[in-house]
């Protein structure tokens, strides 16, 4: 499973069928990829039914960790930019239930932050996660 409250960086629009062939074996019959994007040492698929991560292991990459995240547990989704929505931004999306804090048994939210190269379009990711988790 993926270090949950991590960060991925440089992530850029991959496309669906480049994410589809990678996902061959994983997607759910009738489930589609609506984005998808490459970064640093991993990336993320967005499906109509669940957000997939996939993070390189080891030394060389080759080994890869899948983790599902249904839009059942993704309490919270948050925007940020930093001069209007053609520069860099960022993406929060805050998963509960899933971690501790120093209270035994007391569930805090983790947070998975994309930021994004220029140009990709986060409004229309956040509308499409929110319009998921609402």
Request: some cysteine; proline content about 2%; hydrophobic content about 40%.
């Amino acid at each position: 499973m993926i270090d949950f409250n991590t960060t991925f960086t440089k992530m850029d629009d991959m496309g669906h069928g480049e994410a589809n062939t990678l996902l061959d074996g994983l997607l759910l019959d009738g489930e589609t990829v609506h984005a998808a994007f490459t970064g640093t040492r991993g990336w993320v698929a967005f499906t109509d039914r669940r957000v997939i991560i996939v993070t390189a292991q080891g030394i060389t990459g080759k080994k890869k960790d899948y983790t599902t995240l249904p839009y059942s547990g993704i309490r919270a989704a948050s925007v940020d930019t930093t001069d209007g929505f053609e520069t860099d931004a960022n993406m929060e999306l805050w998963i509960g239930d899933l971690g501790f804090s120093g209270l035994v048994g007391v569930a805090t939210p983790c947070k998975i932050r994309l930021e994004f190269v220029p140009g990709v379009d986060v409004r229309d990711l956040e509308r499409f996660v929110v319009d998921r988790i609402l």
